[in-house]
């Protein structure tokens, strides 16, 4: 059992950054791939991007490639979503994600967390 909260959103202009932080509950996070998913409003959730179990892999969703750096520290059980050069188009409720398959986490999860709003103004 895998217990994820997030925290960092916020209101910020575009082009501005946000981090967001996940902090994970369980001796055995570092057997999960982690991730993040958005989910817009009167849209569907999706994927934004994953790091591997080791840190060692890292994907992004197009959208935000060269803008979202995903990283992990396994001794603090904790996963981090830096964005950069944010968009209004960025603007949604950002969730965390975990799952043992690094594959399968960029369509489904195992785990998430409650979300955070993140707002980006034009």
């Known amino acids: 059992q895998v217990q994820l909260v997030e925290s960092g959103g916020g209101l910020v202009q575009a082009g501005g950054s946000l981090r967001l932080s996940c902090a994970a509950s369980?001796?055995?996070?570092?057997?999960?791939?982690m991730g993040w998913f958005r989910q817009a409003l009167g849209k569907e959730r999706e994927f934004v991007a994953a790091?591997?179990?080791?840190?060692?892999?890292?994907y992004n969703a197009d959208s935000v490639k060269g803008r979202f750096t995903i990283s992990r520290d396994n001794a603090k059980n904790t996963v981090s979503l830096q964005m950069n050069s944010l968009k209004p188009e960025d603007t949604a409720v950002y969730y965390c994600?975990?799952?043992?398959?690094?594959?399968?986490?960029?369509?489904?999860?195992?785990?998430w967390g409650q979300g955070t709003q993140v707002t980006v103004s034009s």
């Open positions: 994600a975990a799952d043992i398959n690094e594959f399968r986490l960029r369509r489904l999860a195992s785990y």
């Open positions: 369980g001796r055995t996070f570092s057997s999960y791939a």
């Open positions: 790091i591997s179990w080791s840190g060692s892999s890292t």
